[in-house]
């Protein structure tokens, strides 16, 4: 298997087939540049981040299909979480899209080409990682909108995955205590379970 030079970390992957899928991480350097990644043949890989500049960082990334895909991350910068929406060609590019009510989106998981869960966390203190509340969005339109569903009682600082069983089924990891999250409505409602001892969990 093949990775360009000039990638520090990778942060998550996403086959779509046994040969076609994207890969997101971060450059060297102290800025950590965002890069995505892209194969065809399911060993090499090249660099495919048209679209988006450097001041974005990546943490998770889905998709439904060789041309549909959607990564997630932060912009350093402005300080807002951004979704990026893949447009196939030759070669693709992402679109960025910022949301104003969040700063940093951590996992994402598309159940089909039109809805989708992500989550990440907005920060009410000026210091990082301090007073953090863990936030849920869910798109219907393909990415086009998120909306935050997250329920009115958490207290979750950190969310760092989610998966889907369908539209309305799914989970949201809490890494802090190791919280589970689960609806079977689509997120209109949430109950909490505990992975058992307290630990932190992560994906």
């Known amino acids: 298997m093949t990775v360009p030079a000039g990638v520090a970390t990778l942060e998550d992957i996403q086959m779509t087939s046994a040969t076609s899928g994207w890969a997101v991480g971060r450059a060297p350097g102290d800025t950590g540049a965002g890069v995505a990644l892209k194969t065809t043949d399911g060993s090499n890989w090249v660099f495919d981040s048209s679209g988006f500049s450097g001041n974005i960082r990546l943490y998770g990334v889905d998709a ?9 991350g932060e912009n350093v910068t402005s300080g807002k ?3 990026l929406k893949y447009t196939a060609g030759a070669p693709g590019s992402w679109a960025v899209m ?10 994402i998981d598309m159940v089909d080409g039109s809805t989708g869960y992500a989550v990440g966390y907005v920060s009410h ?3 990082p990682g301090y007073n953090q509340e863990g936030r849920i969005y869910k798109t219907i339109d393909g990415g086009a909108t998120w909306n935050n569903i997250s329920p009115s009682n958490t207290q979750y600082r950190f969310l760092v995955g989610v998966s889907f ?6 989970y949201v990891v809490a890494n802090e205590g190791g919280r589970i ?3 079977t409505n689509g997120g209109a409602t949430w109950t909490t379970d505990s992975a058992g001892d307290g630990s932190n969990l992560t994906t």
């Open 64 to 72: 439904t299909s060789a041309s549909n895909g959607w990564a997630v």
């Open 81 to 83: 979480a951004v979704l």
């Open 98 to 107: 910022e949301k104003t009510d969040s700063q940093g989106f951590i996992s």
């Open 125 to 127: 203190s000026p210091k």
């Open 165 to 170: 069983l369908d539209t309305n089924t799914g």
């Open 181 to 183: 999250l689960k609806t």
